[in-house]
């Protein structure tokens, strides 16, 4: 018997079960994770409801899934026909800004360049930059601890909070970490929560780590004959301390020049770095390319200029979109292994008969191999499957991760064991177990 009438007694106000609508609300962007229309949508509007419909749901093993804005690319956010969906969308307010202290606080659902957006007046950013900053949450940016394109120089999101409040499965409501920038009373209990991908409590307030405001930066674009020599540059140049720092193969760069002729026929491979400081090393900076074997390089402090020159990088992922159905990877890789894990997916897209287009944070070690099939070629959709773990293989080969910022969810939980000890899972289940006695929360994902 469904639990939607007690829920609602419980709470007061209605739930959404029309099936339409619960559908589009139980599964986010990854392409082939399983997901079933949710048997009800809560659209919560303060800690209190969530922690309401938690405790009933632990009273009675109704199985909880938290959603963001569903911009996730894992499954983590996908829902099965006897859960519960709990939407923070509706708790989107900044509470405070607070430009003395440097921090900002925030209920979960806030869009996360809202946040910055709203910091700018007051001279200061919040720069975690996922590129789905203008639509992913904030709350869901601190579950998948997201990364973007300057957390080479400034880190993940987890390095940008300072405090959580938490709902647990049982209702209770718990507050880690602190408002302070330092903080050393307690175990670190507040990054325990950060990556935990809705499993171990739902996040409703969010105390994050403002900065003054970067400079414009200054853009160096670089073409190399093969990604080898870019790859190579691309850890030299770390020394100048980039705020971006990108690498882009030659199948992707062949598919934006069809697209957008932009004058990288001729590259195998481009390098893309922005500072913002330090402008004075540009010509080291070029120097240093040219030690690598670069073609052409232009570096330039005028801002103006900075949109057309990283506009190859952000037509990487469109430009493979538009050659068919794609899958987009994410492995984490040490920086001075990206030559060798390219080579090795490069061998096995000619393998698989596959487009494998590869673009990513040269900067981190976190690459985005994107594999190309036909619309409607199920053929082609099961070798891409195969080719996408395949490639999470030849990263844990490496040295390297199943994910660098986009989470285990429900698509990766089976590398897991690849690559941590099983102590390490066991360690992992005593803590779910401890927050979250009845599993309810976010069951079958991240923790294999
Ligand atoms: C075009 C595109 C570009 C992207 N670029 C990047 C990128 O550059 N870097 C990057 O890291 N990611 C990127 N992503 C992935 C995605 O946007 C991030 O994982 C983002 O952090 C998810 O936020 P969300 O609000 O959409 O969360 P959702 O997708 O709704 O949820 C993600 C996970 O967090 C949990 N969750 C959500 N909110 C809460 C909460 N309040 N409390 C507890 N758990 C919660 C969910 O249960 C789920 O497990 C991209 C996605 C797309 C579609």
Redesign the pocket.
Known sequence: MSFVADLEAVLGFSLITDPDITASYSK??APFAPSEPAAAVLLARSTEDISKALAFCSSRNIPV?????????SG??NADSKSLVIS?EKMNQIIEIDPANQLAKVQ?GVINLDLDSAVKEFGMAYLPD???RDW??L??????N???MCCVKYGVTSHHVRALKVVLASGQIIEVGKATKKFMTTLDLLHLFVGS??TL????EIILNLVPRPKSPATLIATFPDIKQAAAASTDLLKYRPSMLEIIDETTLKAVEQWHPLGFEVAGSILIMQLDENFEVGDAAIATCKNHGMIDGIFSTDASDAADLIRVRKLAYPALERLGATLLDDVALPVTKIAEFVGLVQELAIDKNLTIGIFGHAGDGNMHPTIVHDHGDSEGEKRAQLAFAQIVQIAQSLGGSASG???I?LIKRGFVLDEVDQSIIDIQRGIKTLLDPSGIL?PG?KIP
């Open positions: 986010d962007q899934v938290t959603r963001g804005a569903g911009s996730g690319l983590g956010a923070l979960a996922p590129a789905s992913s949450t709350g869901g940016n601190v579950a998948t997201a990364g973007g991908e809705g409590g739902i996040v409703t910022e986009h989470g969810g976010n994902k």
